[in-house]
């Protein structure tokens, strides 16, 4: 009975050894190949950023930084024409405008389309994903027609209305899906609280579908901040230009040539807002493309 009893209590403690640095070797074996294709993939889109930002401060010929490594090429970009801040301001004007339009009007619409139902609910909102069929440009023209007969050329506030208009098909399917991947039960219990339908959704469903909130958000600033054809159509003005704009039409003084020194330190201002929203808002960003995937 001693040797029998022994043998029990021995034998596990010496078995799972090699199944357990098996399982380990194979898991590391498997995962290689992940981690070669991430971090090719890193490179390929990381590279181009990155030489920019190098190329923007090293010395070359025929740009504003001849002389050692320095900021000379972004001083250039600074003195262009109105200034980079103008620029930098109307960017910023357009882009906040354009993502507190496109929240509202998706958070309200997102709301209906998933909690009521109305006689032509579905025919509405496939006529809202339609506009995704029709190409950007095609529209621009009489769009122009439109915002001038209201008073709206050359306008900041133009621009930003044809972008959020251009952003609300998506914007709509992402709020819709986030709504409807909360449990109706919540609506509910706020309304037997005694909330109304807008209590339940400012105050309890506000909350939970905010990670759908950002992604929406995120997208409108980040097409809005880097959009070049609705200003390119819209303003004629200089002084109100976008940044993309101001990058695009910038040129030397000599023959139209392009100054790609001051050229690469705009793009690496316009890119600098967009990873730092990206790397702080990124959780939210994930989960709001995956709060449709599953319903609770």
């Known amino acids: 009975m001693t040797e029998t009893l022994t043998r029990t209590i021995v034998a596990p403690n010496s ?4 199944p357990r640095y098996r399982s380990t070797a194979m898991r590391v074996i498997f995962g290689i190949p992940y981690w070669v294709f991430t971090t090719a993939l890193a490179v390929i889109f990381l590279y181009p950023l990155i ?18 490594w320095g900021f000379g090429n972004y001083i ?71 915002l001038n007969a209201v008073g709206l050329q050359n306008s900041l506030v133009g621009v930003a209305l044809v972008i959020t208009m251009f952003q609300l098909p998506f914007s709509m399917f992402m709020m819709r899906i986030s709504f409807e991947s909360i449990p109706k039960e919540m609506d509910e219990a706020a309304m037997v609280d005694g909330c109304s339908s807008w209590g339940a959704l ?12 950002v992604t ?24 109100r230009m976008t940044l993309p704009l101001a990058v695009a039409n910038l040129r030397g003084q000599v ?39 599953f319903k609770g």
């Not at 929406?216 to 002084?239: C, K, Q, R, S, Y």
């Not at 967009?274 to 989960?287: A, E, G, K």
């Open 255 to 293: 023959q139209g040539v392009v100054d790609y020194g001051a050229t690469e330190a705009g793009v690496v201002v316009l890119a600098l807002p967009c990873i730092l929203l990206f790397l702080i808002l990124q959780r939210h960003y994930v989960r709001g493309f995956m709060s449709g995937a």
């Open 76 to 146: 250039a970009l600074g003195d262009y024409q109105a200034g980079i801040w103008v620029y930098l301001g109307n960017s910023l004007f357009v882009s906040v405008l354009t993502v507190a339009l496109t929240l509202f009007i998706s958070l309200l619409g997102g709301y209906a389309f998933a909690r009521f139902s109305f006689p032509g609910k579905n025919a509405l909102f496939l006529l809202t994903l339609a506009i995704l069929m029709v190409p950007y440009a095609t529209l621009l023209i009489p769009l122009y027609v439109i």
């Open 51 to 68: 030489w920019t930002g190098v190329s923007s401060l090293s010395p070359v010929a025929g740009t504003s930084q001849t002389d050692g």
């Open 15 to 18: 078995q799972p050894t090699t």
């Open 202 to 213: 400012w105050r309890v469903l506000l909350p939970a579908v905010k990670p759908g909130l």
């Open 216 to 239: 929406v958000g995120l997208f409108a600033f980040l097409t809005a901040w880097n959009d070049f054809m609705a200003p390119l159509i819209l303003i004629n003005d200089t002084n």
